[in-house]
C-alpha cells in the first residue's frame, strides 16, 4: 500500500485557509450584527433585506444561542482551525491519522451543527440570513474536503477516487438545501 501521507495535500491546504478566512469573516459580520442589536435593540441590521432575508430573526432567537452564547462566537473560534491546519500543511507539516481523525470530528460537528441551523432557519424561523449561508456555504464543502482526506491518509483506495467529487457532492447539498427553502418559504418570490 502506498504511503498517501508523503503527498502534501496543497489544494486542501488551499481551500481551508480560504473557506476558513471566509467563515470567520461571515462570524466576525454576525457578532458585529449582535453587538449593534444589543447595543439599540430598535436598530435594523445592515444584513436585514425583507423579511424573509435577514440576520436579526435569528440572532435574537434562542436558536441563535442554542449554547447560551450568540452562536457566530463558536464561528469566530472554531474557522480559526482550518486557517491554521491550511497554513500548517502548506509549511509541510504532515499531520498523524489520529490527528485527521479529530479534525474530521469538528469539521463534522460543525457540518451537522450547520445542517440543524438550516432546518431551524427554514422550519422554524422562516428566513434565510445571509451571513449564515455564508457560513453554510463553507463549512459544506469543508466537511466533504476533510471527510475524503481523512479517509484517504487512513488507506482507504477508493477515496483518492472520491476527492474530485468534493465539489459536485458541495453544489449538490447546496441544491437540496435551495430546493426545501424554495418548497417552504419561496424564496424566489423575493427576486
Known amino acids: 500500500m502506498p504511503d498517501t501521507r508523503s503527498e502534501r ?3 486542501l491546504a488551499v481551500w481551508l485557509i480560504v473557506g476558513g478566512a471566509i467563515g470567520w469573516w461571515a462570524a466576525f459580520s454576525l457578532t458585529m450584527e449582535r453587538f ?3 447595543a439599540d435593540p430598535e436598530a435594523i441590521a445592515t444584513c436585514d433585506f425583507s423579511l ?3 440576520c436579526t430573526a435569528n440572532l435574537e432567537s434562542a436558536q441563535g444561542s442554542i449554547f447560551g452564547f450568540p452562536n457566530p462566537i463558536i464561528g469566530l473560534a472554531g474557522w480559526v482551525a482550518p486557517i491554521v ?3 500548517a500543511l502548506l ?3 504532515r499531520f498523524a491519522r489520529w490527528f485527521w481523525w479529530c479534525f474530521w470530528a469538528g469539521t463534522a460537528f460543525a457540518f451537522g451543527f450547520v445542517l440543524w ?3 431551524q432557519s ?3 424561523l422562516g428566513t434565510l440570513c445571509p451571513w449564515c449561508m455564508v457560513t453554510w456555504a463553507v463549512t459544506i464543502p469543508t466537511f466533504y474536503a476533510v471527510t475524503v482526506h481523512a479517509l484517504r491518509i487512513s488507506g482507504v483506495g477508493w ?3 472520491l476527492a474530485p467529487w468534493v465539489p459536485l457532492m458541495a453544489i449538490l447539498t447546496y441544491a437540496v438545501v435551495a430546493v426545501i427553502a424554495q418548497v417552504q418559504l419561496n424564496w424566489l418570490a423575493q427576486f
Request: cysteine-free.
Open 9 to 11: 495535500p496543497t489544494a
Open 122 to 124: 427554514v422550519f422554524a
Open 85 to 87: 491546519v491550511g497554513f
Open 159 to 161: 477515496a483518492r477516487r
Open 91 to 93: 509549511a509541510g507539516a
Open 52 to 54: 424573509l432575508v435577514q
Open 36 to 38: 449593534a442589536l444589543l
Open 117 to 119: 441551523l438550516i432546518g
